[in-house]
């Protein structure tokens, strides 16, 4: 009886890890699109008012999204380029950026 328990409490506890939305980074790409005038195609941004994205944390990317489609983070911006996504859409963004390269900013390019 004991092992059935430990089996479903860890059945339980995976459970979520299972349903979260995985990120496709390539599909992260072509949505992108929309974030390039301010953070840059790849994630680097050129002007220093807009943070780079490229190679942050997957899951700081995914909350930081979702906290802003929420208004829990408020940014005017922010909340309106977040408002209509799908949670697959910022789950592939995020694997997107998460995939390139971090740095600092080079504004010469």
Known sequence: M????IILAT??????????AKG???AGQEKAKLCEACHGATGKSVDPNYPNLAGQHESYLEK???DYRSGR?????????????????IA??????ASQEGGL???SE
């Open 92 to 97: 592939d963004l995020s694997a997107w950026f």
């Open 2 to 5: 004991m092992i059935k328990n």
């Open 24 to 26: 496709d980074a390539s």
């Open 11 to 20: 059945l339980l506890i995976a459970l979520p890890l299972t349903l979260a």
């Open 64 to 66: 930081a999204l979702a």
């Open 105 to 107: 900013r080079d504004i």
């Open 73 to 89: 983070r408020p940014n005017p911006i922010m909340a309106g380029m977040a408002g209509p996504l799908s949670d697959q859409d």
